[in-house]
């Protein structure tokens, strides 16, 4: 049988969150919480960003730090100059006529990002290298009215500060693109430049993918050693475009090493690259065109705009000011006991682990905030509250379940009580009241019903009292002090 290596190489576009647009200060509609789509069009834009005869670009630095801060989390060189160029293209949703963007002097280069080996099936994690890190303006975007046939122009996103991320071609299968697509959209999220929301077009991908066959020879050898010497033929690199979901990136390079690797008769002789589309409808690529080269844009230095230049001092700064990486908060968690899910989570929630830092630093017990968060996040999830739980009144309900005046259950009750508008202290005092009424009320209930165990306790059998004590912490759900109980039973008895 034949043997085939699959080589994929990722270009990953993110949208940032800053308040600004790239080179004008129209508001950056990735910033808002809404889709972009359902804005009205062209309602976020200026002379500048539509692209008008005469204006100039200004730089919005905050920009220029978000990538500088991304390319630090990538572990990438940050560069000491850098530049913009202009990359030409014709388009009708780019109305300079060219784009900004970074062509030889990129502000971050030679980065890497491991992927965890168990996340997909082999031993070791892998070290997947980073070319570099720019950054450029997004362009508009266009919609088609299928009845009329006519087409329209948005450029509300149009000069959008975007980073671009390329890697080398460092990964070996589609499982492991989806990976690393993955651990990246939680890097951002936690250092904080962008919501990296795919289904908000916040974070998107481009593929390279090719399919190399192996010769026999070199098969049993590991799959690290085969240089470009030992295979026989390969098939044409394949750029996929704009692959926007997980599962999308997945199915569409398995689609596609299916689809190479059968079609061997019409690899060509010569290295070549063609460029396909994903159809999610039907888990199948398509031919869209054949792929430009670097020369075909016609790059040149952006005039209108300076060399950016940094110092050691200030890349120091950038890396103090730098968030706790998801990698980080792992460490830091792993004595806690906290799941690597619940790290996950915290780490892609911005918000999230802004409430738990802050609510930890009253509450020392990382579990129980968590256990408690997650309760709050499900009391919300199913529309029962629409207002979260108030931090401060949190901090008072838990500070009394640490301290084991209250039981578990009550405050999981107590804390959907508080979901639906509740005051805390009001709680908190209604309960204690009720528990003494209640308890009271329960071991009478008890004694009456247990005859048996109440007559062998008067002929001296202790035992019995246990399972009294027990039918009453049954009761009331493990909330009742199963001493105070037994006293209170012995007094009734
Ligand atoms: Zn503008
Ligand atoms: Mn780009």
Redesign the pocket.
């Known amino acids: 049988m034949n043997k085939f290596k699959t080589t994929i190489g990722l270009?990953i576009?993110v949208e940032l969150n800053t308040k600004r647009k790239m080179f004008c200060d129209c508001i950056n509609p990735a910033s808002l919480s809404s889709k972009i789509s359902d804005r009205k069009p062209n309602t976020f834009c200026c002379p500048t960003c539509m692209g008008f005869p005469g204006t100039l670009p200004r730089t919005n630095e905050l920009a220029i730090e978000f990538a500088r801060l991304t390319g630090i989390a990538l572990n990438c060189e940050i560069q000491k100059e850098s530049k913009f160029d202009r990359?030409h293209y014709f388009y009708p949703d780019l109305p300079k006529g060219y784009?900004i963007?970074q062509y030889d002097m990129p502000f971050c280069k030679n980065g890497f990002l491991e992927i965890d080996g168990e996340k997909t099936c082999s031993e070791q994690s892998r070290r997947i290298r980073i070319n570099r890190v720019?950054l450029?303006e997004d362009a508009g975007k266009l919609i088609h009215h299928q009845d009329s046939g006519e087409s329209f122009v948005d450029l509300n996103r149009a000069g959008t500060p975007?980073i671009?991320i390329v890697t080398e071609p460092d990964l070996e299968s589609p499982e492991q693109a989806k990976e690393f697509v993955k651990k990246l959209r939680d890097i951002i999220r936690a250092i904080g430049v962008s919501d990296a929301d795919m289904e908000k077009g916040h974070l998107r991908c481009d593929a390279n993918i090719d399919v190399k066959l192996i010769n026999s020879k070199s098969q049993e050898t590991n799959s690290k050693q085969i240089s470009n010497s030992n295979f026989q033929k390969m098939s044409p690199i394949v750029e996929i475009k704009n692959l926007n979901s997980f599962r999308f990136i997945e199915k569409a390079l398995e689609f596609e090493v299916e689809r190479l690797s059968l079609d061997q008769e019409n690899w060509p002789e010569e290295k070549s690259k063609i460029t396909r589309g994903f159809d999610s409808k039907t888990g199948e690529t398509y031919e869209q065109r054949r792929k430009e080269e670097a020369a075909d844009y016609r790059y040149f230095p952006e005039p209108d705009l300076p060399v950016y230049t940094i110092t050691d001092d200030e890349i120091s700064k950038l890396k103090v000011n730098l968030k706790d990486l998801p990698e980080d908060l792992e460490n830091q968690m792993s004595d806690m006991g906290i799941s690597k899910e619940q790290v996950s989570m915290l780490s892609s929630d911005k918000k999230l682990r802004e409430i738990f830092n802050t609510v930890l630093k009253e509450v020392n017990d990382p579990r129980l905030v968590l256990t408690y968060l997650m309760l709050i996040r499900g009391i919300v999830k199913k529309g029962n509250s629409t207002a979260a739980v108030n931090i401060k009144e949190l901090v008072v309900l838990l500070k009394e379940i640490k301290s084991g005046n209250i039981k578990h259950e009550i405050g999981k009750r107590l804390l959907s009580k508080m979901a639906e508008g509740e005051r805390v202290d009001g709680l908190l005092e209604g309960f204690k009241n009720q528990e003494e009424y209640d308890i009271n009320k329960v071991i009478d209930k008890v004694i009456s019903s247990n005859t048996k165990a109440v007559s062998d306790f008067r002929k001296g059998q202790q035992n019995a009292v246990g399972f009294l004590v027990g039918s009453v912490m049954k009761e009331t759900k493990g909330a009742a002090n199963p001493q105070e109980v037994k006293k209170l039973i012995i007094e009734k008895l």
């Open positions: 270009e576009h990359k784009q963007s720019h450029e975007l671009e």
